[in-house]
């Protein structure tokens, strides 16, 4: 069936380290990948998108890589300062396909100061 | 430019009422989703709504429906409720033939005592 998995369900970090968040994903047709924070008590929030016809995209102090071999995704925060604690999920999506967001279930980053 | 507002926050319901969920789309935005979160577990599409109809639906029973207004805004409706719904609803807008974001809003803690 279709999903999305996180390898570790929680991540600690020292504030100012970097953090590499993974994601594996199982449906191949899918071909628009989204990361988002998630706070307590708020909705998901945008942090950073890819296409399949790209492997990686930078953003401000955020990066996603794509592994469309192994199917593979990931989210890495440079410099993690407090506020980057919340629980990051990965999704998948068909754009020309069902237009449905498929999510994991979250790792919750925890920035230690 | 306000962003997609649900109401209410927060609800009590008792297992075999049926309860409605309300959302605003992001201005410009004319589609929107619904997600049912479970504690601790990403979200899961409920279904999707354009111009008015039902466009996507995920796993979920004929006791969840809704309906879009011409104003692009939308209703969750959840009959018979059991205390299995107890979760955070969360409602997504984005705009057909744009760049594929979705735009949460902060979501409905439904709680079924």
């Known amino acids: 069936g279709e999903s999305v998995g996180l390898h570790l369900p929680t991540l600690s970090v020292q504030e100012g380290d970097n953090s590499i968040i993974n994601c594996a994903y199982s449906?191949?047709?899918?071909?628009?990948f989204i990361w988002y924070k998630q706070e307590s008590g708020k909705g998901p929030q945008f942090i950073i998108d890819?296409?399949?016809?790209?492997d990686k995209r930078q953003g401000q102090r955020v990066t996603v890589l794509l592994n469309k071999t192994v199917k593979h995704l990931s989210l890495q925060i440079a410099a993690t300062q407090p506020g980057d604690s919340a629980v990051y999920f990965c999704?998948?999506?068909?754009?020309?396909?069902?237009?449905?967001?498929?999510f994991g279930q979250g790792t919750r980053l925890t920035i230690n100061p | 430019d306000a962003g997609v507002t649900q109401s209410p926050t927060h609800l009590i319901k008792t297992r075999g009422q049926q309860v409605t969920l309300r959302c605003s789309p992001k201005?410009?935005?004319?589609?929107v989703s619904w997600y049912q979160q479970a504690l601790g577990q990403g979200p899961q599409f409920i279904f999707q709504?354009?111009?008015?109809?039902?466009?996507q639906r995920g796993n979920f029973p004929d006791r969840f429906s809704g309906h879009q207004f011409p104003n692009y805004s939308s209703e969750l409706n959840v009959n018979a409720l059991l205390l299995g719904d107890s979760a955070l609803y969360l409602c997504?807008?984005?705009?057909?033939?744009?760049?594929?974001?979705?735009?949460f809003g902060s979501g409905t803690r439904l709680t079924v005592v």
């Open positions: 201005s410009g935005h004319d589609t």
């Open positions: 449906n191949s047709a899918s071909d628009y």
């Open positions: 709504y354009y111009e008015e109809e039902e466009r």
């Open positions: 999704a998948e999506n068909e754009i020309q396909g069902a237009q449905k967001l498929v």
């Open positions: 890819i296409r399949s016809n790209m």
């Open positions: 997504a807008s984005t705009r057909q033939g744009g760049n594929y974001g979705y735009t």
